[in-house]
């Protein structure tokens, strides 16, 4: 009797950590947006110059953890990273055409980010910043790596 329950106790654990597996993997639900995250990222998309609309996902009436390069995290919705690379050029004698000048992103990197308190990894590569310098807030961004 006493193995019967252990055998139960067992397979209950595993059945319910199998389940809060799933639902951490993002299978079973989708954590809600953080408003004032959104807020933040719209922020942020109003300095960016997008000549090809890349940003064009990134509405106020929509949810932006599905946004074109975010990366939320399931269980919090929290913004934990922010991939806005355009194409990488990985061959060494690669000339950059009109097309991958249009698509590269510019403008002014709002410290908005800095209400991105969970914010982890940050890609602006091979975008056309004109030459600025990395911003002095990002040393305040607490969460990247």
Same mark, same amino acid.
């Given at each position: ?14 059945? %319910?950590?199998?389940? +809060? ?5 993002? @299978?079973? /639900?989708?954590? *809600?947006?953080? $408003? ?39 269980? %919090?919705?929290?913004? +934990? ?5 355009? @194409?990488? /050029?990985?061959? *060494?004698?690669? $000339? ?50």
């Amino acid at each position: 009797m006493a193995r019967f329950i252990f055998l139960f106790l067992a397979s209950l654990i595993l059945i %319910t950590n199998v389940t +809060i597996i799933s639902i951490c993997n993002g @299978n079973s /639900i989708h954590a *809600v947006c953080i $408003e004032s995250e959104k807020k933040a990222l719209l922020k942020f998309k109003q300095g960016i110059v997008d000549r090809t609309n890349r940003l064009a996902s990134w509405v106020s009436n929509g949810y932006c953890c599905r946004w074109t390069g975010i990366v939320c995290d399931n269980m %919090t919705g929290h913004v +934990i990273e922010l991939h806005l690379i355009t @194409n990488p /050029i990985w061959e *060494v004698d690669y $000339e950059v055409d009109e097309a991958d000048e249009r698509s590269m992103l510019g403008g002014k990197i709002s410290p908005s980010l800095l209400h991105l308190k969970h914010l982890s990894y940050l890609d602006l590569s091979n975008n056309d910043f004109g030459g600025i310098h990395i911003p002095k807030f990002f040393g305040s961004l607490g969460s990247l790596r």
